[in-house]
């Protein structure tokens, strides 16, 4: 069994930061590509930042700049370091990782999901 355990939501003011951690655990054998996506009300869920290991990572355009996403492969953890946040920023912010495990090749998991409200 995997699961994806997220961390650090919570609520800031505009112009503030916040720290979100995603920790993978269980049966895993490698991960390929870690990710944050977030879900506003009434919105689709969207891409925030992906990356993969050696690579450039990859931002959505509303982010780049102000989000930085980094990976510790030691700890099969991914951080999304949110700089200079806005109100629309607030969102349910998803975990995501491709992963292969004894029971599946490169499956996508999903964490539950961590709250990030940022007031005006």
């Known amino acids: 069994q995997v699961q994806l355990e997220e961390s650090g939501g919570g609520l800031a003011q505009a112009g503030g930061s916040l720290r979100l951690s995603c920790a993978a655990s269980?049966?895993?054998?490698?991960?390929?590509?870690m990710g944050w996506y977030r879900q506003a009300p009434g919105k689709q869920r969207e891409l925030v930042a992906t990356?993969?290991?050696?690579?450039?990572?990859n931002y959505a355009d509303s982010v780049k700049v102000r989000f930085t996403i980094s990976r510790d492969n030691a700890k099969n953890t991914v951080y999304l370091q949110m700089n200079s946040l806005k109100p629309e920023d607030t969102a349910v912010y998803f975990c995501?990782?491709?992963?292969?495990?004894?029971?599946?090749?490169?499956?996508?998991?999903w964490g539950q999901g961590t709250q990030v409200t940022v007031s005006s």
């Open positions: 269980g049966s895993i054998i490698s991960i390929n590509r």
């Open positions: 990356i993969i290991s050696g690579r450039s990572p």
């Open positions: 995501n990782a491709l992963m292969s495990t004894p029971w599946d090749t490169f499956r996508n998991y």
